[in-house]
């Protein structure tokens, strides 16, 4: 979905209906079939049709580097599973150890009881990431940064997963990492 916002502009396009993206004199112009948008952006138009053209996969959002050892923990999505697969060096399903990445699945707030565990499990300086369903207020945002918090861990960063799940990254605070 492309979202532009602005003062008095709220307009949401389905990435699926563009038809056409282009950027010149910066102008960025992107068609649907309701017509054409033009933006006078200056110097962004062309990054911003880039990034619109190619727009990162999930594995770019979340950070994903060749050399991980990543483990999935009760994560349902096969695709995500295959692609975890081919981009780190080490993916383990079910059991964690000195990982670089942690992929918690959490259907339920009594899921999150976990995190302090994985928490042990992690590299100093890697990241834990909750896998929620979206629109789900027993296992809200606020549930899970609460459940974070109370781990010992800090949020920094949430990205759409799936159309049906968000990811919400917690690292350890640099001041209790290991020297």
């Known amino acids: 979905m492309l979202q532009f ?8 396009i389905p990435l699926a209906s563009v038809t056409k993206i282009a950027a010149a004199d910066g102008t960025l112009a992107v068609t649907c079939p309701d017509g054409t948008l033009r933006l006078a952006i200056g110097g962004a138009a062309e ?10 996969s999930r594995l770019d959002k979340i950070g994903a580097k060749p050399d991980w050892h990543a483990v999935v923990i009760d994560v349902d999505d096969e695709s995500f599973l295959s692609e975890l697969k081919a981009r780190v060096a080490r993916a383990t399903i079910g059991s964690a150890a000195r990982a670089d990445a942690i992929f918690v699945g959490a259907a339920a707030a009594s899921d999150l009881a976990k995190l302090g565990t994985l928490k042990v499990a992690l590299k100093p300086n890697g990241a834990l990431w909750v896998i ?4 789900r207020s027993e296992i809200s945002e606020a549930t899970v940064m ?3 918090k109370a781990a010992g861990l800090v949020d920094v960063k949430v990205v759409r997963f799936s159309a049906t799940h968000t990811a919400e990254k917690f690292v350890i605070p640099v001041a209790d990492r290991p020297r």
């Open 5 to 12: 916002r602005a003062a008095k502009l709220k307009l949401d």
């Open 47 to 56: 990054p911003w049709a880039e990034r619109i053209r190619h727009p990162p």
């Open 132 to 135: 929620r369903p979206k629109g």
């Open 146 to 148: 609460r459940a974070g």
